[in-house]
C-alpha cells in the first residue's frame, strides 16, 4: 500500500523501571487494512496497545496520524483521534450496568440530562448484542454479574460505539466460544469493508490466518518481522517468534504453536 | 442501522448462516419477552437475589424502631416528638449527604465533623463578634467548607495520598483551628430571630404550605414516572407497567400526606425539613440524570475503567470532596441553629461517625458504586430515632452508642454480603 497510513508509530520506547518493555517499535496501519500483532507472553504487546491509546503514553518516538505527528498523553487524546481500544484487562465499571458501561464518556444527553431511553435503545440495537446473541439478561444488570464473554462482548461494543478510525483489539476472542469467535471474524472483516483499520492481537494464528492482512510481530518489545499474510507460511511467523533461526527447533516450536491452537 | 449487515451476513456466509440465524431470533424474541409485566417482576426478583437491597433493610429497621420505642413509651410518636426528630435529622442529614458521595467513590471522609465545627464558628466569629452581615457570614462559612473539601481531594487525587489520612489528618487540624478561632470566650450565642437561627426554628404554620408540599411531590413523582414509561414503551425498551406506577405513587402519597397531617398537629412544616428535602432531590438528580454523576459512580466502580474513558478522574474526585465541605458547612450551620450557639463541643468526632453511619444504615456501599442521597435521609431517621427514643425512655448515651453500633455493624455486614453474592451471581 502506497496511501499515507491512518496510523503510523515511529521508534517507540516505553520502560518500567529497569524493564525495556518496548524498543524502536514501528508499526503502521491503512485504512480498511487489519494488522494482526503478535508475538510471545511478555513481548509487549499490551504495553504497544497503551501506548496508542494513551493510557501508558510511550517515553520516546513518533506518533504520525494520516501522516501528522500528533501527541497522545491521555486516553483522552486518542479518543478526539479516532482511536477506539479493548484492553486485554477489559476496563469496564462494576457497578454500572451494561449501558452504562457501553457508553461511558459518551453519554447521550437531552438538554444536559442523561437521556436513558435512547441509550438503552441504542445499545440494543448494537450489531453485536445482536449477532453474538450474548444473551444477556437485561441490558440493565450491572456488569459484575456478566460472564467473561459477556463482558468481552460489552467492551467491543463500546469500543465500536464512537465510530473509531482505527480499532485497537487486545485479544479480543480470548473468552469467546467458538461460535462468538466465528461471528467476532466476521464482525472484523466487515469493520474492514467499511474502512476502519484495524489492529488485532491474538495468540491464535488461525483467527490470525483468517481475517488479517498483514502480521507484525514483536520479540522482547523489538520488531521482529513484517509478513504479507497471504504470501507468508505459519512456520515462517512462528519461528519470527519465538526467534528460532536453527531449522530443527523452528520446527519443533512450530509445531508446539500448532498444538495450541 | 446494522440489521441489514446482520442479515447480509447470514445469507453470504451460507455455511454457518442457518446455524446463526438461532441464537440472533432467540435473543430477539427474549429482548421482547423482557417487556411485559414477566419481565418486571422477574428483574426484581434477579435484583433481590443478586442481593441489591437497598433501601429495604433501612426502612424495616425504622418500622421496628418506632414501633418498639412506640410501645414502651406512648409519647414517641407524638407530633410533637416526630416533628421535633424531622428537624433534627437535617443538620447531620446534610452532612451525611456529602458523605454519600464520597462514599459512592469508594473514598471516606473523617473530616466532616470538624469542618461543619469550623464553619460554624466561622460563622459565628464574623456575625456575631465583628457585626459582618448575617448573609455575608454564611457565604464565608460555606466557601470555608467547600475550599477544605477541594484542599483535600487535592492532596488525594494529584498527590495520591490516602484519603482516610488526607481526612484523618483534617479532623484533627480544623477541630483544633476551630478552638483557635473561638478563642477564650469558647461559647458564641447566635443572634436570636437571625437568618441561621431561623434555619431550625422556623416553621410554615399555614396547613396549606405542608399539604402543598405533599401534594407537590405526589404529582411530580407521577408525571415524571408517567412519562418515563410512556417514553420507554415507545422506544420498546423495558418499562413500568401503570399498575406498578399506579401503586408506587399511591405510596408516595400517603407517606408524603402522612407526615403533613403530623406535622400540622404540632407547629406546621419545618423549614429546615423543607431545605433538607431539596438538597436531597437536587443531589440526587444530580448523581442519577447527569454526565457529572455518572462519573461519580463509574469511579467508584472502577477507576482504570473510568481513566480509560477519557474522564479526567483527578478533577471529579476534587470535586466531589468540596461537595462533601460545602455540605459539611452547610450541616454546621444547622446544628449550630439548633443549639442556637457555636461551642467548643460542634464538630465532635460523633458527628463523623454519625453521618458516615447514616449513609451506610441507610443502604450506601462502603465498596463505592453503590447509594443515593436519600440513603442519608433514611439513615439519619433510624440513628435519630433511636437516640430520640432512648431520651424519652431517660436511657444514658452509652447505651445507645452501643445500639447505633451494632445497626452500622449489621448494615456493614448486609453490604459485605450483598457485594459478595452479586460477585458469585451468575459469573459462575
Ligand atoms: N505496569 C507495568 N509495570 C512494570 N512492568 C510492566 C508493566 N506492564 C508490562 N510490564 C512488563 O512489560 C513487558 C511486556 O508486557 P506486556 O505488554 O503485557 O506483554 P504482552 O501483552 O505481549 O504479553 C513484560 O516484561 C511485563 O512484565
Ligand atoms: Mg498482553
Redesign the pocket.
Known amino acids: 500500500m502506497s496511501t499515507t497510513p491512518v496510523l503510523a508509530l515511529r521508534g517507540i520506547c516505553k520502560r518500567?523501571?529497569a524493564?525495556r518493555?518496548l524498543t524502536d517499535v514501528e508499526l503502521e496501519i491503512h485504512a480498511g487494512e487489519v494488522v494482526a500483532l503478535v508475538?510471545?507472553?511478555?513481548?509487549?504487546?499490551?504495553?504497544?496497545v497503551k501506548v496508542i491509546t494513551g493510557v501508558?503514553p510511550a517515553d520516546e518516538g513518533v506518533i504520525e496520524w494520516n501522516g501528522r505527528p500528533v501527541r497522545i498523553h491521555r486516553p483522552h487524546d486518542a479518543q478526539t483521534l479516532g482511536i477506539a481500544g479493548v484492553y486485554?484487562d477489559l476496563a469496564l465499571c462494576e457497578s454500572l450496568d451494561v449501558v452504562g458501561n457501553v457508553f461511558l464518556g459518551h453519554e447521550i444527553c437531552t438538554a444536559g440530562v442523561l437521556d436513558e431511553v435512547a441509550m438503552e435503545r441504542r445499545t440494543r440495537e448494537l450489531e453485536l448484542m445482536d449477532t453474538l446473541s450474548i444473551r444477556i439478561p437485561s441490558v440493565r444488570v450491572p456488569v459484575a454479574s456478566l460472564s467473561a464473554g459477556q463482558r468481552q462482548t460489552v467492551a467491543i461494543s463500546r469500543a465500536l460505539l464512537s465510530d473509531p478510525k482505527i480499532l485497537i483489539l487486545?485479544e479480543p476472542t480470548a473468552a469467546l466460544g467458538v461460535e462468538q469467535t466465528a461471528h467476532f471474524l466476521d464482525l472484523i472483516e466487515r469493520l474492514r469493508e467499511r474502512g476502519i483499520g484495524v489492529l488485532l492481537?491474538s495468540h491464535n494464528l488461525g483467527d490470525v490466518k483468517a481475517v488479517a492482512d498483514q502480521v507484525a510481530v514483536?520479540r522482547l518489545?523489538r520488531n521482529n518481522g513484517f509478513f504479507d499474510v497471504l504470501t507468508t507460511s505459519q512456520e515462517q511467523i512462528v519461528s519470527s517468534i519465538t526467534g528460532a533461526t536453527d531449522n530443527a527447533i523452528t520446527h519443533r516450536k512450530a509445531w508446539a504453536w500448532e498444538a495450541m491452537l | 442501522m446494522n440489521k441489514s449487515e446482520a442479515s447480509d451476513l447470514n445469507t453470504t456466509r451460507a455455511g454457518g448462516g442457518t446455524a446463526r440465524a438461532g441464537p440472533a431470533a432467540d435473543r430477539r424474541q427474549s429482548a421482547e419477552g423482557e417487556q411485559g409485566f414477566r419481565g418486571y417482576v422477574s428483574e426484581i426478583t434477579r435484583k433481590l437475589r443478586s442481593g441489591e437491597l437497598g433501601a429495604l433493610p433501612g426502612v424495616f429497621s425504622v418500622v421496628v424502631i418506632w414501633t418498639v420505642f412506640q410501645i414502651l413509651d406512648h409519647q414517641f410518636l407524638s407530633p410533637r416528638n416526630l416533628s421535633n426528630l424531622s428537624v433534627d435529622i437535617v443538620g447531620t442529614g446534610l452532612i451525611a449527604v456529602g458523605i454519600v458521595f464520597v462514599l459512592l467513590l469508594g473514598e471516606i471522609d473523617l473530616s466532616v465533623g470538624s469542618v461543619s465545627g469550623l464553619s460554624a464558628a466561622v460563622f459565628a466569629v464574623f456575625n456575631v463578634n465583628n457585626g459582618v452581615p448575617e448573609w455575608l457570614a454564611v457565604i464565608a462559612a460555606v466557601l470555608v467548607g467547600a475550599a477544605i473539601g477541594a484542599v483535600q481531594g487535592f492532596f488525594f487525587a494529584t498527590i495520591g495520598v490516602p484519603a482516610f489520612v488526607v481526612t484523618l489528618a483534617g479532623l484533627l487540624a480544623w477541630n483544633g483551628l476551630m478552638l483557635h478561632v473561638l478563642g477564650a470566650s469558647g461559647t458564641i450565642n447566635l443572634r436570636p430571630q437571625g437568618l441561621v437561627y431561623g434555619l431550625t426554628n422556623h416553621y410554615f404554620h399555614n396547613t396549606a404550605a405542608a399539604y402543598g408540599l405533599a401534594a407537590l411531590g405526589t404529582v411530580a413523582f407521577f408525571v415524571t414516572s408517567y412519562h418515563d414509561a410512556r417514553r420507554r414503551r415507545a422506544a420498546e425498551v423495558l418499562a413500568r407497567p401503570l399498575t406498578e406506577i399506579a401503586m408506587r405513587t399511591g405510596a408516595v402519597a400517603v407517606i408524603a400526606f402522612a407526615v403533613a397531617y403530623v406535622l400540622n398537629q404540632f407547629e406546621g412544616l419545618p423549614l429546615a425539613l423543607l431545605i433538607f428535602l431539596a438538597v436531597v432531590v437536587g443531589l440526587d438528580f444530580v448523581l442519577r440524570r447527569t454526565k457529572y454523576g455518572r462519573k461519580i459512580f463509574s469511579i467508584g466502580g472502577g477507576v482504570e475503567a473510568t481513566r480509560r474513558a477519557g474522564i479526567n478522574v483527578a478533577w471529579v474526585r476534587v470535586s466531589v470532596f468540596a461537595v462533601s465541605g460545602t455540605l459539611a458547612a452547610l450541616g454546621g450551620l444547622f446544628l449550630a441553629s439548633r443549639v442556637a450557639s457555636v461551642g467548643q463541643t460542634a464538630g465532635s468526632s460523633i458527628l463523623m461517625i454519625n453521618s458516615i453511619a447514616a449513609a451506610v444504615i441507610g443502604g450506601v456501599s462502603l465498596f463505592g458504586g453503590r447509594g443515593r442521597p436519600w440513603s442519608a435521609l433514611l439513615g439519619m431517621l433510624v440513628i435519630q430515632s433511636i437516640a430520640s427514643g432512648m431520651l424519652l425512655l431517660g436511657i444514658q448515651t452509652t447505651v445507645q452508642y452501643m445500639i447505633t453500633g451494632g445497626v452500622l455493624l449489621a448494615a456493614v455486614v448486609l453490604d459485605s454480603l450483598s457485594r459478595h453474592s452479586q460477585k458469585s451471581h451468575g459469573r459462575a
Open positions: 518500567f523501571g524493564v518493555a508475538g510471545d507472553n511478555g513481548a509487549g504487546k499490551s504495553t504497544l501508558g486485554q487486545d492481537i514483536l518489545g
